[in-house]
T-cell receptor
């Protein structure tokens, strides 16, 4: 079946540094990708919708200058956490519906970010 | 806007017992409904989904769910659980519109003990 990969799977960084997380659709094209954040033992909260060739759409309360999203191609979206702080530590998950499909989304395995 | 309510945050059961995880949704338009399972420190795995047609949907690992439009529910069931079913279960909803994200419930922790 269709696969979405995320890289890295785990990252530990110092406070104040920036971290880039990649989300790739491996065998299908995705005009749109979604970024979620999951705190321990909580649900997935939608952060933003990444659109190929245009600006991302952010959910209310999500700082667009802190969480930079770039959808460079039909198979790649990146999330950069800028000037990371300990409160940004979380599990970040991306998902992607194949272009034109509304009934299916494929999820990446997630990236565990720990900010010291 | 759509929303999902999972009525139980934790469900403890004994092995081989039946289980039902409850999910209610709210939407002014027709929806698609999903159940996902998440094992510790892993991503999401799709259990089953309802798009249209038969209201009883069968999924992987012996799970099934029934869509009830009048009660706006999509409860997940399994007749006999295993220890390996211990995980977090999420109900999610989306609409028939391109570029629409899934909206998730808060999750239900299923704990199966022997």
């Amino acid at each position: 079946g269709a696969v979405v990969s995320q890289h890295p799977s785990r990252v530990i960084c110092k406070s104040g540094t920036s971290v880039k997380i990649e989300c790739r659709s491996l065998d299908f094209q995705a005009t749109t990708m979604f970024w979620y954040r999951q705190f321990p033992k909580q649900s997935l909260m939608l952060m933003a919708t990444s659109n190929e060739g245009s600006k991302a759409t952010y959910e209310q309360g999500v700082e667009k200058d802190k969480f930079l999203i770039n959808h460079a191609s039909l198979t790649l979206s990146t999330l950069t956490v800028t000037s990371a702080h300990p409160e940004d530590s979380s599990f970040y998950i991306c998902s992607a519906p194949p272009t034109g499909r509304v009934d299916t989304q494929y999820f990446g395995p997630g990236t565990r970010l720990t900010v010291l | 806007a759509q929303s999902v309510t999972q009525l139980d945050s934790q469900v403890p059961v004994f092995e081989e017992a039946p289980v039902e995880l409850r999910c209610n949704y709210s939407s002014s338009v027709s929806v698609y409904l999903f159940w996902y399972v998440q094992y510790p420190n892993q991503g999401l795995q799709l259990l089953l989904k309802y798009l249209s047609g038969s209201t009883l949907v069968k999924g992987i690992n012996g799970f099934e769910a029934e869509f009830n439009k009048s009660q706006t529910s999509f409860h997940l069931r399994k007749p006999s659980v295993h220890i390996s079913d211990t995980a977090e279960y999420f109900c999610a909803v989306s609409v028939n519109q391109a570029g629409t994200a899934l909206i998730f419930g808060k999750g239900t922790t299923l704990s199966v003990s022997s």
